[in-house]
């Protein structure tokens, strides 16, 4: 691989500013209180799941749950959480639409895996006599971190939705995992924002009609939130979605791929759905949020790789992706007239430079002027004639590899463009910084 020292630094950094701040997508780090407690009394509280709520969360005296921990611990304290499978729960609290199964309301604590263990949360026993929420961060809580564990088993029965992880405040995601889940992996709403580093969302599928169309890998329909280094697969609605955003969203160095329905081929299937706000006439933010695309892989999905989807407005910055065979487009820049109008229109304000399509219908809905849509594989020369020998490998089950050790994605070569290839040339492509 080409470069690969630059984004190893980047992340690295990311990471470490993750094990002791809470960071927001603007990079504004939040006075949770969290430094200073760290400063003067931070306390470390460990739970496993031989452990018991009576005991005191010392390593040795380990809590069972991640609620005990949390009605002990202050800001700028670490829940440990030792390795082994957590699937006994009391519901904390409920209401009229949700069973949430834990509920935080305590600002700057982090809930962290056991250095060298990888602990699993599954929910398969959690009735869906309503939604289920297994991880629930309350509004005006802050400065939350969730870091190295996995989260699966989540049901949905007949309800709507339900979510993995729902954040109507501020929490951030290192190296976390939800899949085989009934459920939506990770769901900002309400003011919900933060930063997701080097997660997966993947084999998330609704098994009904109507929860084939909400579970989604990733959604972000609160405020601003970041997606870097993230992955979402074979999931029944699209791989990350920001629909209902209020917020600037961006995707840096995100994989979405094989997102094709559920068992009965129900569901969105886009690879970034970004644009939003459906046939809404109320209810839009002013101004309107663009959002960051770069670095991005769309790959296989069912409907489109990289979607503006009806956007009253511009809906994104486009710089440096590839995509590569969804079944409806690999871009589709579609747009409506404005936030009063709701007349769908072929995208003439989206921006869109650097990027890669091969395979399938290169973009739809496209009338933007030169200057917007310019250096991609189809505006070089009128058109670049690809073949697959421009390169190193179209082997997609490279995407789905095991992470690095340190969390950071996979080394790959798929659909990396060969040295004599006009793209290397012209720095097109998700991999163009490796």
């Known amino acids: 691989m080409r470069k690969l020292g630059s984004l190893f630094i980047i992340y690295s950094m990311l990471t470490a500013l993750f094990m002791t701040s809470s960071v927001m997508a603007t990079g504004d780090t939040l006075d949770s209180g969290k430094e200073g407690a760290i400063a003067t009394s931070a306390t470390s509280y460990y739970v496993s799941p031989n452990g018991s709520d009576t005991n005191a969360g010392t390593i040795h005296e380990p809590l069972k749950s991640l609620m005990q921990a949390q009605s002990m611990a202050s800001s700028g304290d670490t829940v440990y959480i030792r390795g082994g499978v957590y699937d006994d729960f009391e519901i904390a609290k409920t209401d009229s639409n949700y069973n949430y199964v834990h509920a935080f309301n305590k600002n700057g604590i982090t809930y962290e895996a056991y250095p060298g263990e990888r602990p699993v949360f599954d929910f398969s026993h959690v009735p869906t006599n309503l939604r289920v929420a297994a991880f629930f961060v309350e509004d005006r809580t802050t400065g939350v971190t969730f870091q190295g564990f996995d989260v699966t088993g989540v049901k949905v029965g007949e309800q709507p939705q339900s979510e993995a992880f729902r954040i109507r405040e501020q929490a951030d995601f290192v190296n976390m995992a939800a899949y085989g ?41 609160g405020g601003a939130v970041s997606f870097i280094n993230s992955r979402a697969w074979n999931n029944s609605d699209d791989g990350f979605d920001s629909i209902s955003s209020k917020g600037p969203v961006m995707y840096d160095h995100c994989w979405s791929f094989n997102n094709r329905g559920n068992q009965n081929g129900v569901g969105d ?50 710089t440096n992706n590839t995509s590569y065979s969804n079944s409806r487009a690999n871009y589709d820049m579609l747009e409506r007239v ?97």
Do not use: C
């Open 269 to 318: 299937q886009n690879g970034f759905k970004v644009g939003g706000y459906a046939y809404r006439t109320t209810d839009i933010p002013d101004p309107l949020p663009v959002h960051t695309v770069r670095y991005s892989l769309a790959v296989n999905n069912g409907a489109n790789g990289f979607y503006a989807n009806h956007q009253p407005g511009q809906s994104a910055n486009w």
């Open 181 to 221: 889940n009934e459920a939506i992996g990770f769901y900002y709403t309400g003011n919900g924002t933060g930063t997701v580093l080097n997660s997966d969302a993947y084999d998330n599928i609704g098994p009904t009609d109507v929860s084939a169309g909400n579970t989604d890998g990733f959604g972000a329909h």
């Open 338 to 434: 404005s936030p009063t109008d709701i007349t769908n229109i072929p995208g003439y304000r989206e921006v869109l430079h650097n990027n890669i399509a091969f395979m399938g219908t290169t973009i739809k809905n496209d009338n933007h002027p030169i200057e917007n849509v310019s250096n991609n594989s189809w505006t070089i020369d009128g058109g670049l004639q690809l073949t697959p020998e421009d390169f190193v490998s179209l082997d997609t089950t490279q995407l789905s590899a095991a992470r690095k050790t340190n969390g950071s994605l996979p080394d790959v070569t798929f659909m990396l463009p060969v040295d004599t290839s006009p793209l290397f040339k012209h720095g097109l492509g998700y991999l163009a910084d490796k």
